[in-house]
């Protein structure tokens, strides 16, 4: 009875404190929230209690440019997903299920992904604007697929390893070829692998800066580019950085909450259980 | 990840295997065509025209200048830059107290969050925002917390009957750096070295608590050597990833005052679109990747094996 109680006791008092932390700890993106509902004269003031306005909404959702930025953004994330998916699933049944030397390609695939994008950014920079590709969708959607296939194919591989091979050989000795194996039988054994995957390639693209910074001019620039914009735009009106701050980051911190359970598999591509 | 191994296969499955190989040997490699291309394409092409770049003295402004040949020239203006060792530096510095400081504090939320606990998934749930939210935003709303006059954290302080800190002035612009980073990426390690508790072996436990190890030993000897690996694999993916920081430094202080927090990454961009020196740029760009290269050497082996083990 005692001991019941001071094991409870214990539980409370340790929860408070992991609550206490988690307020401390999402004060900066709860003050950028709050940001976004004040009034301009409002902010820069360390008063907690104001009425909230969504002026600062309402002047960013108005404006015509971030439409434009959040639009591209849409379209050159969701683009990424399909197109890397497309690509990198293949790849990564192959890797886990077909009888090939793989192991050199997967290395090869790694060594990439640690290359620094800052890197490779002259060189495309040089060869987009010889081609006439700077400032399109296009350039941006092959960029960022390009950039996470390799992680695509490092986690799809562990999810497609969890599928038994006995299935694969089982289906091929009743006649499935390796296309038929794949499509019928590994994609919808994998799905929740592979809607995880694209959650991750569509927030790695959402949040790219740098090469939307050094490709993109005004038509195809994409959302975190919207709040440079701002900066300069406004000056110093905080309102408008804080809602345009707040959508933009709202929908990855749905698709991470909802994906918690892979986020950890995800971002250290699969070696260390998630 | 569940290691599945190749089983015994009955003898029929067995020859069926071996007679699709035999037969079409090339079709595995189609699927694998695709990502072979694009890679190759947006990897090798460009670095391959950088190596060429980099030995011509081509600047931007200056039409024609591509041709004209610079050998090793470039790579010994950079090496011999103190600016550019100034830059590895900062970076050095910035990834091991960035990398440090939030293993530390993950480390600590994960054995706080390894407790039976109301909301702990709702805890773990609020707990990943830093680590997705864009970083141009973080950037951004950092920037408004360390605002000088009347920024928030300037006001709490002064509240708190202390003075005001210059955040983004040279003496601090360091470590307001490191700050930002670390509070983003606290919760990564939180989450890897939670899910290396949550391996720990509970017999392994039971049986050092017999053998009568109090709390500290049995997390010395027992929850401590168990995590290390997890430890390594978080701090070296955080580390690459620091070490490729740009937006959030360049968007809270532009790599100033003066070269306080320019690293390489920055470095490069202002060199790129300030002096338009692509032979220059170039060089510096290929160095760095051996740099990178060169520190995720011990990663890569790990993750190689790993691989291998699986297949």
Redo the contacts between chains.
Sequence with gaps: MTLAGSHNT???L??T???A??VV??F??A??VL?GFRSALDT???RFVFEPTLEGFRAVIGDSIFRAYMLNSIIVATATTALVL???A??A???AH???R??G????????R???????????Y??ASRLGLLDTHGVLI??Y???N??FA??LL??FF??????IR??A??DGCS?RQV?LKIMLPLTSSGIVATGVFVF?AA??E??FAL?LTNNFAAT???A??AF?SEYGVQ?PS??AA?FI??TP??L???VM?RF???G???????? | MLATGRPALPAGARTAQAHRRARVPLEPYWFMAPAVVMLATVYLGPMIYAVMTSTTHWVLTEPGSETIRAGLQNYKDVLGAPSFWQAVKITLLYTLTSVSLSLTLGTLLALLLDNELHFASFFRSIMLIPMVITPAVIAIFWKLLYEQEQGVLNSLLMALGFGKVAWLGLEYAFFSMVIMDSWQNTPFFMLVILAGLQSVDGNLMDAARVDGANVFQRFRYVTLPHLVPYMLIAAAFRGIATMNDFDKIWLLTQGGPGEATTTITVYTYKIAFSSFDMGRTTAIALIFVVIVLIASAPLLRHLFRAARRQA
């Design positions: 214990k539980r409370l340790l929860s404190l992991c609550l932390i988690g700890y999402l900066p993106y003050w950028m940001t820069l003031s360390l497309t690509v990198a293949p790849a049944f192959a890797l077909l009888p090939i793989g192991t390609f997967l290395l090869f695939v790694l060594i990439v640690m290359v620094p994008g800052i890197a490779i950014l002259i060189p495309i040089l060869v092959v960029l697929s390009t950039f296939l390799p194919i490092w591989r562990g390893c969890d599928v038994p091979g006995e050989e089982a091929i000795i390796e794949f927030i959402w949040n800066f740098l050094a959302a975190p580019l709040m440079v900066r905080w950085i804080g701050a933009i980051s990855v911190v698709f991470a909450v918690q986020l950890v598999r971002l250290t591509m699969g070696s260390v259980k998630g």
